[in-house]
Nanobody
């Protein structure tokens, strides 16, 4: 019943920027946290950024200072702003909605490709 739809991925040159969007089918107040994960070819999925219901945000060390997670409650959407992109940021980025009692919800993913 709950769906997350990511968008905003694409091809960008190193040093460029993208903004990823994650639109939820219900109010994002319903979730204990929302986050972005990524999975590069041949690698495990890793947490990139997480934002709690209180607004507290955490980032992977590799993206601190470059990526920013934010929310728009009116639009039921979570964003990930990716700045100063590097080739090693290339991955499929997945939105995640955390629910302590009902389990997590995942989006389908959006491809981010950063060229040298």
């Amino acid at each position: 019943q709950v769906q997350l739809v990511e968008s905003g991925g694409g091809l960008v040159q190193a040093g460029g920027s993208l903004r990823l969007s994650c639109a939820a089918s219900i109010s994002i107040f319903s979730f204990d946290s929302m986050g972005w994960y990524r999975q590069a070819p041949g690698k495990q999925r890793e947490l990139v950024a997480l934002i709690s219901k209180s607004g507290s945000a955490n980032y992977a060390d590799s993206v601190k200072g470059r990526f920013t997670i934010s929310r728009d409650y009116a639009e039921n959407t979570v964003y990930l702003q990716l700045n100063s992109l590097k080739p090693e940021d290339t991955a499929v980025y997945y939105c995640n909605a955390g629910r302590n009692w009902l389990g997590d919800v995942w989006g389908q993913g959006t491809q981010v490709t950063v060229s040298s």
